[in-house]
Each structure stands twice: as C-alpha cells, then as structure tokens.
C-alpha cells in the first residue's frame, strides 16, 4: 500500500504560481511512478503530469506544458507541482497519484493509488 497525501492548494490570483506537495508514504516510493491529475467541476479528472521512478523523464498535459514543472524528492519521499502563470482554467481539486506502471503511461488513467486532493482556486 501507498499512502498519499497532497497539500499546497489555495486561492491565487491569474498569473500566480502555487507549489503542490505529495508525500508518500508506505512502500517503496521510488519504485513508483509518481503524477497529478486534477478534476474541474462539472468535469472529468484528467491528467496533468508524470515523472518516472528516476526523476530524470517527465510528461505534461499540453494544457501546462511550459507553465507547471514536476519534479521528486526520493530522499523525501515526496513529488512537487511548481504551477505558474496560472489560468482560472486550472481551477481544480489536484490529485497526487501513484502508480507501477512506466510513467508515460499515467496519462491513460488506471492509476494504482491516489491522494484524496487539494483545491486550488485561480481568480480572474
């Protein structure tokens, strides 16, 4: 099992940044690919970002690519979502999730575990 648990979400203004944790705790964190996805209301989740078990390789939704940054901490156990230049658009309950599978891959869905989210909010 894979508990986890995301904190970093708030209310900010158009052109703001926010700073989204997961930590991971449970079984081996490195032996997961670790992403977020977030759902607006009204809407489905979908898929904002992967990055693999080493760190080294990332995927974005083509909806933040160039604005949201992910990145781990394996000595934390911990993942990050750097949001700037944030849009009302990205106003959703984000979601840290976990998963076995290779992380391009995540964006299929089919995810192993998830945290059960943190709101953001971005004002116009």
């Known amino acids: 099992q894979v508990q986890l648990v995301e904190s970093g979400g708030g209310l900010v203004q158009a052109g703001g940044s926010l700073r989204l944790s997961c930590a991971a705790s449970g079984r081996t964190f490195s032996s997961y690919a670790m992403g977020w996805f977030r759902q607006a209301p009204g809407k489905e989740r979908e898929f904002v970002a992967a990055i693999s078990t080493s760190g080294l390789r990332t995927d974005y939704a083509d909806s933040v690519k160039g604005r949201f940054t992910i990145s781990g901490d394996n000595a934390k156990n911990t993942v990050y979502l750097q949001m700037n230049s944030l849009k009302p658009e990205d106003t959703a309950v984000y979601y840290c999730?976990?998963?076995?599978?290779?992380?391009?891959?995540?964006?299929?869905?089919?995810?192993?575990?998830w945290g059960k989210g943190t709101l953001v909010t971005v004002s116009s």
């Open positions: 999730a976990a998963d076995r599978d290779t992380y391009y891959l995540m964006r299929r869905g089919g995810i192993d575990y």
